[in-house]
């Protein structure tokens, strides 16, 4: 199941397809594809546990596509810098341990952004990603919704990540909901800040 | 996260907030001239920036842009550097505040070479507007003297919850320098909801000014916890409130009343204040 979403304020040229793997078994083999460099396996791969919501991991998407329109990136390519904008310092290795895929990961989100204005991916297309990623992916496919990524996110590990124990405005906050919609919006926040 | 949201409230009077067609004189930061769902509207117009209603990610989340456009006639290389502290300085403060738990919008994304701020859209209007309207219906209902404590605890209430967020400001280190009942939100809370800042609502009334203050505007902010500083933010807000409402100018001491409540060493800041206020009227007695 590979969702294409289509961003507000991005240039029509690009298209950004996302898909959600449960129950992963062969993360050892995606990570070292990462690791290899392997160009048909250009893909952000997310280690799911590190997201909150939708909101939170486009708004990774979005402002790694702001990056790369202002000619700022600071990896190699927009699914790496994706990874990176999830966290909120600019340590990039850091990153790709922390919100990448480990060769533990249980549960996958995979972006892949379309450029038809690319030569590289411009004979790629929404189908031939999919194939390519229910052939080499090993896990369940779910649905990209808040419901199915809300059962896989790890809050204490977001908490810490983002130095977040201790932020006076969540301490006020009794109702659970309510205390991780504000986490979210901290979060996503503090991503906006990184690197500037 | 979406609800129907009522038209945005212009800040300003009608007759300074340029229509959306006119917009488009204006150059648009390059964010805005990609395509989205429904366009851009433009909020006002300011000497420094320009403050948009648009979408952030998704057709179902609002969002306010505010776009610093780069001044010709001004040094490309400083003009850069200026317009890019300005965004970052604002966008600063904005996560800070939040995180801290000053009622604030969201800093959603930063994009410092186009000058572009995007942040969440506060429903509701301009403080400004509600108690403007509360007043002229109170005059209606024939009340012709000033407002007082004794008004109900409608107008009281909300002039708490003003000292109360402006405390939480200073509180947490942050001057805002342009204190005024245009630079607040009030936002209505959600139905059946406990509003999460910590206010109640403390009204009966109309409901007219129910809701909950969320400071904006930190363009001309900084961080800093100089009692000296503090006490000319509340100084200007005092001198706005007071030209803005006039009819309830009385009313400031209860923003001041729960302004002292949230921090320890607020009476200081009240306290130079005073002196402020004697700085202010013999300059206005020589001028
Ligand atoms: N986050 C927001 N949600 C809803 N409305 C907003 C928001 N931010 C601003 N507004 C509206 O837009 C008006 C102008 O915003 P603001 O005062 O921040 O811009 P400005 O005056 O152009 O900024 P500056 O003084 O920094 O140059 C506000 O008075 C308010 O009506």
């Keep these: 199941m590979l969702e294409t979403i289509h961003l507000e304020h991005i240039p029509h040229t690009l298209s950004i397809h996302v898909a959600f793997y449960r129950n992963v078994t062969n993360a050892s083999f995606l990570h070292s594809q990462l690791l290899a460099r392997n160009a048909s396996f250009e893909y952000a791969l997310i280690d799911a546990s590190t997201v909150i919501s939708r909101f939170h991991l486009l708004a990774a998407v979005y402002k790694s596509i702001t990056v790369e329109l202002g000619g700022n990136m600071k990896t190699p390519n927009i699914h790496s810098e994706i990874v990176c904008a999830l966290s909120s310092n600019n340590n990039i290795a850091e990153a790709y341990r922390r919100y990448g895929i480990s060769p533990i990961s249980k549960d996958v989100l995979v972006v892949k952004v379309l450029n038809t204005a690319h030569a590289n991916t411009s004979d790629l297309t929404k189908e031939s990603t999919e194939t390519h990623l229910n052939e080499h992916v090993k896990g369940e496919s779910v649905e990209f919704s808040d419901e199915e990524i809300a059962k896989t996110t790890d809050w204490s590990k977001l908490r810490k990540y983002h130095k977040l124990n201790g932020a006076a405005g969540l301490d006020d906050i009794t109702d659970m909901d309510a205390k991780r919609k504000e986490m979210e919006m901290m979060i996503v926040s503090a991503m906006a800040l990184r690197g500037l | 996260m979406t609800t129907l949201l009522p038209l945005p409230v212009p800040a300003t009077p009608a007759d300074e907030v340029e229509a959306g067609a006119q917009s488009h004189q204006f150059p648009l930061p390059q964010t805005l001239n990609y395509p989205t769902t429904t366009p851009p509207t433009l909020i006002t117009q300011g000497a420094e920036g320009r403050l948009y209603k648009t979408t952030y990610l998704l057709p179902s989340i609002p969002c306010a842009l505010k776009h610093r456009p780069s001044k010709p006639y001004r040094h490309p290389i400083l003009d850069q550097r200026l317009t890019r502290h300005r965004i970052l300085s604002e966008a600063r403060i904005l996560q800070k505040c939040r995180r801290e738990g ?96 910590g206010h109640k609502a403390d009204g009966e009334g ?76 013999k300059r206005s007695m020589l001028g």
Excluded: C
Excluded at chain 2, 113 to 138: C, D, F, H, Q, S
Excluded at chain 2, 239 to 260: K, W
């Design chain 2, 206 to 281: 109309n409901g007219l000014l129910d809701g909950e203050i969320v400071i904006i505007d930190f363009g001309l902010a900084s961080q800093g916890t100089q009692d000296e500083d503090r006490a000319v933010d509340l100084y200007v807000l005092e001198r706005a409130f007071g030209s803005t409402h006039p009819r309830a100018e009385g009313l400031f001491e209860v923003v001041l009343d729960a302004y002292r409540g949230e921090f320890k060493t607020a009476n200081i800041v009240l306290k130079k204040l005073e002196d402020v206020r004697m700085r202010g009227r």
């Design chain 2, 102 to 197: 000053v009622p604030v919008p969201a800093l959603y994304a930063v994009d410092e070479g186009t000058g572009v701020l995007i942040m969440e859209w506060i429903a509701g209007a301009p403080v400004r507007v509600p108690v403007n309207e509360y007043l002229r219906k109170r005059k209606a209902d024939g009340l012709r003297e000033a407002a007082t404590k004794e008004d109900g605890e409608e107008l009281v209430g909300l002039m708490r919850r003003i000292g109360r967020a402006v405390g939480r400001l200073h509180k947490v280190g942050i001057v805002h320098g342009d204190l005024t009942t245009s630079n607040m939100m009030l936002r209505p809370w959600d139905k059946g909801k406990a509003p999460v800042n």
